[in-house]
């Protein structure tokens, strides 16, 4: 199963994005997971990366393109996979068309997390994340309950950064919402109400994936 979860910041992706990973055993690959960890490390990619990441900046394509790819190829997609963070424009998004093309692992399903503006503000400003697992919890949160560690900011969840990723999101990355409903015969994109709890957003996806588990999501 090949996935693409869409949409903007604070809509959810990645807590998707992982409890999909665990229900289908195949990996979750977020290109902002990816970058972080080059900051981490400090790598020349990395130092590149920080100050635009900082700022709720887009990482050039022709950078986000050669690291996908490095990572699509590698072993563990050979089941599927579930991409969270790219493409994010439509550059992006047609040379991943190719690649996909190339490998012979098209998209299975597009799924869109909808969420409005100002609820996203109000996710993103002050977030909290666990640096143990990237976990997020609401403002004003200090210890991950599950790690006992402190958690941090993301240095694009301070709210003067915020409003920047979600402009840019609006003028990069909405467009590609149009690219992928007119492919596939119109069928590929399923649009998921990401307002309400984890577990009914991850019942939407379900059987927006077509794995529905029977319970009701109504
Ligand atoms: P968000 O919560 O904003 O969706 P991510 O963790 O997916 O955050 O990404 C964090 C940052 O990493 C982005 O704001 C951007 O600077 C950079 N980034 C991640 N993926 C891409 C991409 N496909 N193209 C360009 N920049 C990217």
Redesign the pocket.
Same mark, same amino acid.
């Given at each position: 199963m090949n996935l693409l979860l869409y949409g903007p910041?604070?809509s959810g992706?990645?807590t998707q994005a992982a409890m999909l990973e665990e229900r289908f055993e195949i990996p979750h690959i977020?290109? #902002? /997971?990816i970058?972080?960890a080059e900051v981490k490390a400090g790598t020349p990619l990395g130092k590149e990366?920080q100050p635009?990441?900082s700022r #709720? /900046?887009?990482?050039p394509?022709e950078i986000?393109v050669g690291i996908i790819r490095n990572r699509l190829v590698e072993k563990d997609t050979g089941r599927g996979f579930i991409l969270?963070?790219?493409?994010?424009?439509i550059p992006?998004a047609e040379a991943l068309d190719a690649l996909l093309t190339e490998i012979g692992k098209p998209f299975d399903r597009v799924v869109y997390l909808r969420v409005e503006t100002p609820e996203l503000v109000k996710r993103?400003a002050g977030r909290m994340t666990c640096p143990v697992d990237q976990k997020t919890f609401p403002p004003g949160t200090g210890l991950c309950p599950e790690h006992r560690v402190p958690l941090e900011q993301r240095p694009?969840d301070r709210p003067e950064a915020v409003q920047n990723?979600i402009e840019v999101y609006l003028a990069k990355t909405l467009p590609l919402l149009d690219y992928y409903r007119t492919m596939g015969g119109g069928q590929l994109v399923s649009e998921v109400e990401g307002a309400g709890t984890i577990d009914e957003i991850h019942s939407r996806v379900l059987k927006a994936v077509g794995r529905g588990t029977g319970v009701s999501n109504s």
């Open positions: 910041p604070g992706k990645g977020s290109t #902002g /997971d970058l972080r990366a635009i990441m #709720g /900046d887009y990482v394509d986000m969270d963070g790219f493409p994010r424009t992006q993103l694009d990723r």
